[in-house]
């Protein structure tokens, strides 16, 4: 309002907006995120994966892991010895790799992994240092053992390709897990 040509007087309505903004942000956490793991979820993964396809052209690798005897937890030590094999499986993956990185929980016991801008030697680097960063988790840990199979698979573009990378990762990860458990026989020598 104003008299004389001064401002005497403002009228309005304030409104604090604060929790809405924080509702708003917690309802796009839980839709990008993995309830138990806090990771990404199949479905920002699966949202990654178009972006990588028909959006972005770059370098790209995917790395695709399974628990080896979640199963055999479940079954033998209870569902609650289960999550936490994710869990910690999922903050070692998570803390693992960079932020060039997308770790997602994308099944029961599977996790993905898409690293852009990287070279197939790079990744291959990567996956040995992930085999070694989980047998330094194993050997200080006195409860849970992380056993994992993967599986990677690269290409210098991603436009058109990610399907195909997926597809080929997956099959490393099954051969990898298969290895491991004809290893696992001639060790028991069956």
Do not use: P, W
Not at 49 to 56: D, G, I, L, R, T
Request: charged share 30%; aromatic share 8%.
């Amino acid at each position: 309002m104003f008299e004389k040509g001064e401002l005497i007087a403002i009228h309005g309505i304030i409104r604090n907006i604060d929790e809405k903004v924080k509702l708003q942000q917690d309802l796009e956490y839980r839709i990008t995120h993995d309830a138990i793991t806090n990771i990404y979820n199949r479905e920002f993964f699966e949202q990654s994966m178009e972006k990588y396809n028909n959006h972005v052209n770059t370098s790209v690798a995917i790395i695709l892991c399974d628990l080896d005897e979640l199963k055999y937890l479940n079954d033998n030590h209870g569902h609650k010895k289960g999550d936490f094999l994710i869990k910690e499986s999922a903050k070692l993956l998570n803390q693992f790799f960079s932020e060039n990185a997308i770790v997602a929980r994308i099944g029961g016991d599977e996790f993905a992994v898409i690293i852009k801008d990287a070279d197939k030697v790079e990744v291959e680097h990567l996956c040995q240092n992930l085999s070694a960063e989980i047998s330094e988790y194993n050997r200080n840990s006195k409860d849970i053992k992380i056993k994992m199979s993967m599986g990677y698979a690269f290409s210098k573009y991603s436009i058109g390709k990610m399907e195909k990378l997926f597809a080929a990762a997956d099959k490393n990860m099954y051969q990898d897990k298969k290895a491991k458990k004809e290893q696992k026989l001639i060790q028991l020598g069956l």
